[in-house]
């Protein structure tokens, strides 16, 4: 058993949980099984601040154990949340096999945020799993986590990583290690598949509840609370996508158990950014069929939304066939909330402040034209300047159009340079320049690492880090792992 907070000095940790207050239903309580050898690696005193911690105190080497799960914070009330999950179009029933919900922490502000280690070892939904995690998936999901953060696009955070001083066999030995998430919560679309599933439905009214009170507090007193949620859950997801899609990134395992309420991007597992622009790109080697490729990400948020649609149908309304039909106007309207998030996005990207009708195949013309000259999707949009000729002629004519474009809008060039600068990051996680920092943090050397993650913090700035501006070099795609 982990013993609660002795050594290490107060930290600042305010726990509240209101998760552990549900009933026994919702989950299980469980310890982090204490690891041999606690070892702070990755620490993130940004993030701890805007929690209202202590940098100092949590990083601290006496409370590197609590980074381990071999101590718990005052507070803490460990548990493992019940889920399932559409894994590839099957549901299947999950929960945390290898994750433990500390508790949540209220910062000074009163914001509400779920603390929870990823590998502390297993809980009674780990089936055959060990409940650990290797060193490389976890410092990978601290490093795109905060990636995402820094390009302004909600996702989980990452608070630490702590080795273990354990091995963890994934086909070999490799380090372990536990990652400190940091969530606005781990409310999940196979969260409501779990309750509508076992037929409990006064466990999803208690659940949507719940997770109105937390993520959507306006419309938790409105006439249709249980509709609000439902829209408003789209909406978010809608809006997600369409951020994802502005930076190029691939999530890779988009089942339902990965998709949050909250809205934020959670589960970094087979993600990767796309180099030359391709809608078809996939990276996860599991994902044989292209089920989450990058440009199947809007459609597959609408398959998942329409499973929590299904689960909620039997609190939506007291009528079934009212029911159904709230939801499925609620799905049918995925599409034009993703297509309006979808034309900004690519408005900030080109520049362009105002509408004219033509500006969604203005964009759609210039990404054919990327796919087909195979052109690297961050590069091509970061450089585009109205006064710079492309070097390529099959976009030279493109770019008279949107040059023509520009000029029927009342902002200078320098507005415009401003704008595009802003929506098209230079810096984004380079999968080659991920891989190569990980292959060499498992071999005990942080050094490439440590040097990637202020470039990562900085995405828009002028110059960016030369491993992450520009593509790798005539090597093939890589592949990512599952991260488990
Ligand atoms: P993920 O791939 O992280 O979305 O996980 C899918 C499901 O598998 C979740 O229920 C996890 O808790 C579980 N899982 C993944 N890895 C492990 C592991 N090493 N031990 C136990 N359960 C795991
Ligand atoms: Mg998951």
């Not at 509508?196 to 959507?216: N, P, Q």
């Not at 899609?245 to 993600?271: K, Q, W």
Request: include cysteine.
């Amino acid at each position: 058993m982990p013993t609660t907070f002795a050594s290490a000095p107060h930290a600042g940790w305010n726990f509240d949980n209101s998760y552990a207050r549900l009933p026994a239903v919702f989950h299980t309580r469980v310890a982090p099984t204490p690891v041999a050898q606690p070892r702070l690696v990755l620490f993130n005193p940004p993030l701890a601040r805007a929690l209202g911690l202590d940098p100092d105190a949590c990083a601290h080497p006496a409370a590197a154990a609590l980074f381990t799960g071999n101590q718990l914070p005052p507070g803490a009330e460990p548990l493992a949340q019940a889920y399932a999950g559409h894994q590839y179009g099957h549901l299947a029933r999950l929960g945390d096999g290898r994750a433990i919900l500390l508790g949540e922490h209220l910062t000074p502000a009163g914001a509400r945020f779920d603390i929870q280690l990823k590998g502390p070892g297993p809980t009674p939904y780990s089936r055959s799993g060990d409940g650990r995690a290797a060193l490389g998936p976890m410092l990978r999901e601290y490093l795109i986590s905060e990636a995402m953060q820094a390009l302004g696009i909600p996702t989980t955070r990452s608070l630490a990583v702590a080795t273990t001083g354990e091995s963890v066999f994934r086909e070999q030995p490799l380090p372990g290690a536990v990652l400190t998430r940091v969530a606005a919560s781990h409310i999940r679309v196979g969260t409501f598949e779990y309750f509508a599933a076992l037929g409990d439905t006064a466990a999803l009214r208690l659940l949507a509840d719940h997770t109105l009170r937390r993520h959507f507090p306006e419309r938790a007193e409105s006439e249709q609370p249980v509709v609000a949620l439902l829209v408003e859950t789209i909406e978010r997801q809608a809006a997600l996508i369409a951020q994802w899609m502005r930076v190029g990134f691939v999530h890779g395992v988009m089942n339902t158990d990965n998709m949050a309420l909250s809205g934020e991007t959670i589960d970094y597992g087979p993600c990767a950014f796309i180099d030359s622009y391709d809608p078809a790109a996939v990276f996860s080697s599991i994902d044989r069929h292209g089920r989450y490729a990058f440009g199947q990400q809007p459609a597959i948020a609408a398959w998942n939304l329409a499973r929590l649609a299904e689960a909620l149908l039997p609190i939506l309304h007291a009528d079934p066939e009212t029911a159904l039909a709230l939801a499925e106007e609620a799905i049918d309207s995925f599409h034009q909330r993703f297509r309006r998030h979808w034309l900004a996005a690519l408005r900030g990207k080109l520049g362009l402040f105002t509408d004219e009708p033509d500006d969604a195949t203005l964009a759609e013309d210039f990404l054919a034209l990327l796919h087909q000259t195979r052109a690297d999707y961050t590069r091509t949009f970061r450089q585009l300047h109205p006064t710079t000729d492309p070097s390529d002629p099959a976009l030279a004519a493109w770019h008279q159009r949107w040059t023509a474009r520009l000029t029927r809008q009342p902002q200078p060039a320098t507005e415009v340079t401003r704008r595009m600068h802003a929506h098209n990051p230079a810096v984004i996680p380079r999968n080659h320049a991920v891989e190569a920092a990980l292959t060499a943090a498992t071999a005990h050397d942080l050094t490439p690492l440590q040097s990637l993650l202020p470039a990562l913090a900085n995405p828009y700035a002028e110059p960016g880090h030369s491993r992450l501006d520009s593509p790798p070099a005539g090597t093939p795609r890589c592949r990512t792992f599952c991260g488990t």
